[in-house]
């Protein structure tokens, strides 16, 4: 099984989050590329999502659909958004925007991705694939 079959074995609910995440995580930093005040966390989030986007099935390979999974977004997003905090303020409307609504989206999905990741830490190790 795929990193994409086993996404696509969790609930409606979770894989609409997992379209939306995926598309914020592209999309916010492409036109955060449009103002110059917003140009470098652009690129340096265009940069991470795509470490992610390899990462993660990366992971997948090792360990499997397990919270585990979740470390790789802690790893990547939580020095980003501690990065990209302070910067937010300094862009224009439009692109404050936008990088808030990237900022906030990850920041929900590095809650749940802490949890899983303690979790796993803690001893749920099962496979997160419906039996």
Known sequence: MTFAEAAATQPQYLQLW?????GVMFIAPVLLLIWSQSRRIGIVSLAVAG???????LLYNQWGYVRLLGL???VLWTPLLIWMRPRLPALTDKARIIAWVF????????VIDYIDVIRW????RASLVPG
Do not use: K
Not at 103 to 110: E, I, K, N, Q, Y
Not at 121 to 124: I, M, R, S
């Open 18 to 22: 997992f379209v939306w995440l995926v």
């Open 121 to 124: 830490l803690a001893g749920d």
């Open 72 to 74: 790789g977004h802690v």
């Open 103 to 110: 900022f906030a989206t990850l920041a929900v999905s590095l």
């Open 51 to 57: 470490i992610t986007a390899i990462l993660m099935p």
